[in-house]
Nanobody, 122 residues
Framework: QVQLVESGGGLVQPGGSLRLSCAASGSIFSISAMGWYRQAPGKQRELVASITSSSSTDYGDSVKGRFTISRDNAKNTVYLQMNSLKPEDTAVYYC????????????????WGQGTQVTVSS
């Protein structure tokens, strides 16, 4: 069983910063990639940032230059440093991970966290 738990969400003023964390636990053989998605009310879920096992990163156009994704492999944890936050960044942020639980099968599944609310408002 695999579980992803996000933390670090909250209320922040425009222009401020916030750091989200997501820790994966359970039966994990390897993690191919981890990432962050977000979903605002009335909008579709969108990719915010992702990072692979080789540390390659990808960012959504709206957050490039403001957000930074990083990882701590020893802790199976991914972080999202959010700077220069804007009201339009307000959303529920979800952590995701591509995880192989059993080496014998090599099956890779995508897991999701429960989400953490980020609100940018003055």
């Amino acid at each position: 069983q695999v579980q992803l738990v996000e933390s670090g969400g909250g209320l922040v003023q425009p222009g401020g910063s916030l750091r989200l964390s997501c820790a994966a636990s359970g039966s994990i053989f390897s993690i191919s990639a981890m990432g962050w998605y977000r979903q605002a009310p009335g909008k579709q879920r969108e990719l915010v940032a992702s990072i692979t096992s080789s540390s390659s990163t990808d960012y959504g156009d709206s957050v490039k230059g403001r957000f930074t994704i990083s990882r701590d492999n020893a802790k199976n944890t991914v972080y999202l440093q959010m700077n220069s936050l804007k009201p339009e960044d307000t959303a529920v942020y979800y952590c995701s991970a591509l995880i192989t639980t059993t080496q014998a099968t090599g099956v890779v599944l995508k897991y999701w966290g429960q989400g953490t609310q980020v609100t940018v408002s003055s």
